[in-house]
């Protein structure tokens, strides 16, 4: 019997330290480094509330599950289970491997990349005769290097097997650089995968499997036709048990061709299943798998919008929470918005990334300003929750151009958002294309992609632009809050509050724990500290004196 071991997940993380350096957020997720800094620091353990039966519970709770999409190693637990709110769920690409090794009956391992970048999780520590690396997640040479090293000096007798979006797209140079990978599946896995692992097992003949880079007889790089499976036809991967949260895929490829995502080349045909498919996928996964909650993790799940007018009363019928990715001009009436309410949307992400149509067009967004602001403004007034990113430094941007997305954020935003400095890491990306036209320059020893110049700025002046913007809507606009630290603490920050009231308390929770960053005048921080926390009371917040908080919490545990 072959055996397998998959390996799949999330790429290396890069935080944003900076962000949150000197605040009081930092001193409550990392006291050792926060424990260097000279000044003092409102503690945040200080806040307290008390809940419907009595008990007194810190307002801000750390995180159990990982926090929202991210992948999680471990099964269910009975808090999940009788959570109201949506959180852990499996990582769509290893969901959708394992549910294909499964279906062919192969005996696999599963391991998330996690650990070979933070040394957290599972390792597994017998022999197989293939390892599978997924490069979804993967962007540049350098954490592949990293990963194949991880595999070679663990499993050296094994066979290794990549594919996914980078080796899709880099397969030619990963044969002739990395002599340990021995083949490649490019595109769709759900044929080519089992049906090369079979072969193997029975030393077939592996130029009959489609969508494979192998080597021949020679070493030369051999490529066999690209085959693509019919996603209606096709079962959609299925969770093991009860999976009250469950990832979600409804096409491959994607239509638009923005500069910053390289998921098109990845996967050029684009594809999706029908509405009566996705339908019947969520009603299944309720009833088998007592599901109350779908994360449709693609690009964009709003298109075609034929397929959305008659996805969402099929969706409504059943009686479903569900999230999704937009694009803003997809998002274009009241009506529509009434009905994905009725379907049971709960939250949309979308990436309007500037307010400058000048900027748009550098991105190919296909996308204007007026269209963000009437996404934004239908959504406003909707009881679902939006999520909306926005980028500082794209090639070609200049700080003039990028006062439209800061005048915006400033005056006009509400709701949540991430404001991201350009990175530059992602080798795929087509915005690289505009390298000469943009004179794009990258000079960074660590490999991080992190220091860059172009024509419009260079990576110091969008840190700076970030950090100006972020401080002015902080202490500008009350209904615009801004994303760093709240993925590390559970949400909403009291459960049986309304969201506007969460909403409320999130606000004065961020002001209060940058104060020792935004403000350098201790006379006024202190001013403004006595003005937060008096707020914070009026909504039931209980502030422990710095000296009593250890006696409290001794007695609130009691």
């Given at each position: 019997?072959?055996?397998?071991?998959?390996i799949?997940?999330?790429?290396?993380?890069?935080?944003?330290?900076?962000?949150?350096?000197?605040?009081?957020?930092?001193?409550?997720?990392?006291?050792?480094?926060a424990?260097?800094?000279g000044?003092?620091?409102?503690?945040?353990?200080?806040?307290?509330?008390?809940t419907?039966?009595?008990?007194?519970?810190?307002l801000?709770?750390?995180r159990?599950?990982?926090?929202?999409?991210r992948?999680a190693?471990?099964?269910?637990?009975?808090?999940?289970k009788?959570?109201?709110?949506p959180?852990?769920?499996?990582?769509?690409?290893?969901?959708t491997?394992?549910?294909?090794?499964?279906?062919?009956?192969?005996?696999f391992?599963?391991?998330?990349?996690?650990?070979?970048?933070?040394?957290?999780?599972?390792?597994p520590t017998?022999?197989y005769?293939?390892v599978?690396?997924?490069?979804?997640?993967?962007?540049?040479?350098q954490?592949?290097?990293?990963?194949?090293?991880?595999?070679?000096?663990r499993?050296?007798?094994?066979?290794?097997?990549l594919?996914?979006?980078y080796?899709?797209l880099k397969?030619?140079?990963?044969?002739?650089?990395?002599?340990?990978?021995?083949?490649?599946?490019?595109?769709?896995?759900?044929?080519?995968?089992?049906?090369?692992?079979?072969?193997?097992?029975?030393?077939?003949?592996?130029?009959s499997?489609?969508?494979?880079?192998?080597?021949?007889?020679?070493?030369?790089?051999?490529?066999t036709?690209?085959g693509?499976?019919?996603?209606?036809l096709?079962?959609?991967?299925?969770?093991?048990?009860f999976?009250?949260?469950?990832?979600?895929?409804?096409m491959?490829?994607?239509?638009?061709?923005?500069?910053?995502?390289?998921?098109?080349?990845?996967?050029?045909?684009w594809?999706y299943?029908?509405?009566?498919?996705i339908?019947?996928?969520?009603?299944?996964?309720?009833?088998?798998?007592?599901?109350h909650?779908?994360?449709?993790l693609?690009s964009?799940f709003?298109?075609?919008?034929?397929?959305?007018?008659?996805?969402?009363?099929?969706?409504?019928a059943?009686?479903?929470?569900?999230?999704?990715?937009?694009?803003?001009?997809?998002?274009?009436?009241?009506e529509?918005v009434?009905?994905?309410e009725?379907?049971?949307?709960?939250?949309?992400?979308?990436?309007?990334e500037?307010?400058?149509?000048?900027?748009?067009?550098?991105?190919?967004?296909?996308?204007?300003?007026?269209a963000?602001?009437?996404?934004?403004?239908?959504?406003?007034?909707?009881s679902?929750?939006?999520?909306?990113?926005?980028?500082?430094?794209y090639p070609?941007?200049?700080?003039?151009?990028?006062?439209?997305?800061?005048?915006?954020?400033?005056?006009?935003f509400?709701?949540e958002?991430?404001?991201?400095?350009?990175?530059?890491q992602d080798?795929?990306?087509?915005?690289?294309?505009?390298?000469?036209?943009?004179?794009i320059?990258?000079?960074?020893?660590?490999g991080?992609?992190?220091?860059?110049?172009?024509?419009?700025?260079?990576?110091k002046t969008a840190?700076?632009?970030?950090?100006?913007?972020l401080?002015?809507?902080?202490w500008n606009?009350d209904n615009?809050?801004?994303r760093?630290?709240?993925?590390?603490?559970?949400?909403?920050?009291?459960p049986?509050r309304t969201?506007?009231?969460?909403?409320?308390?999130?606000?004065?929770?961020?002001?209060?724990?940058?104060?020792?960053?935004?403000?350098?005048?201790e006379?006024?921080?202190r001013?403004?500290?006595?003005?937060?926390?008096?707020?914070?009371?009026?909504?039931g917040i209980s502030?422990?004196?710095?000296?009593?908080?250890?006696?409290y919490?001794?007695?609130?545990?009691?």
């Open positions: 019997m072959m055996t397998a071991l998959l799949s997940g999330m790429g290396p993380e890069y935080p944003d330290n900076q962000l949150l350096r000197d605040s009081s957020f930092e001193a409550l997720l990392n006291p050792a480094v424990a260097n800094a000044r003092s620091k409102f503690d945040l353990n200080r806040l307290h509330y008390k419907a039966g009595g008990l007194v519970l810190p801000l709770r750390k159990k599950d990982g926090g929202g999409a992948a190693g471990v099964p269910m637990s009975v808090d999940d009788i959570s109201k709110e959180k852990r769920t499996f990582h769509l690409t290893s969901f491997l394992e549910s294909i090794l499964t279906g062919a009956d192969i005996d391992d599963s391991m998330s990349t996690e650990h070979i970048w933070n040394n957290t999780g599972f390792e017998g022999e005769d293939t599978l690396l997924s490069t979804t997640f993967i962007w540049d040479q954490t592949l290097r990293r990963a194949i090293a991880w595999i070679g000096q499993f050296p007798g094994s066979k290794l097997i594919g996914g979006q080796s899709n397969f030619n140079q990963i044969m002739r650089e990395h002599k340990a990978v021995n083949f490649i599946i490019r595109g769709d896995a759900e044929i080519a995968l089992p049906d090369l692992l079979r072969k193997l097992r029975k030393r077939g003949d592996i130029a499997v489609p969508n494979l880079v192998f080597r021949g007889a020679n070493d030369e790089i051999c490529l036709p690209i693509y499976v019919d996603l209606d096709q079962p959609s991967p299925s969770p093991n048990g999976s009250p949260v469950v990832p979600y895929e409804s491959r490829g994607c239509p638009f061709t923005c500069k910053f995502c390289s998921f098109p080349a990845a996967s050029p045909k594809r299943k029908s509405a009566d498919k339908a019947r996928d969520w009603e299944r996964y309720k009833i088998h798998n007592g599901a909650y779908i994360k449709a693609d964009t709003t298109v075609p919008p034929t397929r959305l007018r008659s996805l969402l009363p099929k969706v409504e059943i009686k479903i929470q569900w999230e999704a990715y937009t694009r803003a001009n997809s998002i274009n009436s009241t529509l009434h009905q994905l009725n379907s049971g949307c709960s939250s949309l992400f979308l990436g309007f500037s307010m400058s149509d000048t900027t748009l067009q550098y991105m190919d967004k296909k996308v204007t300003s007026r963000n602001r009437l996404a934004l403004e239908l959504l406003t007034e909707s679902i929750k939006h999520f909306v990113s926005f980028i500082v430094g070609g941007e200049s700080p003039e151009l990028f006062e439209a997305t800061r005048r915006f954020l400033v005056n006009e509400s709701g958002f991430a404001l991201y400095v350009c990175m530059l080798e795929t990306m087509p915005l690289w294309d505009d390298a000469e036209k943009f004179n320059q990258v000079d960074d020893p660590s991080e992609a992190r220091i860059w110049s172009h024509s419009g700025m260079d990576s840190r700076q632009l970030q950090l100006e913007t401080r002015e809507v902080r606009n615009a809050i801004f760093s630290w709240q993925h590390d603490f559970e949400s909403p920050l009291i049986d969201r506007q009231e969460n909403t409320s308390l999130e606000k004065l929770v961020d002001r209060l724990g940058m104060i020792s960053v935004d403000i350098s005048s006379q006024q921080a001013k403004l500290e006595v003005e937060i926390t008096s707020k914070l009371t009026a909504h502030v422990v004196p710095d000296a009593g908080l250890s006696g919490m001794q007695k609130a545990e009691k």
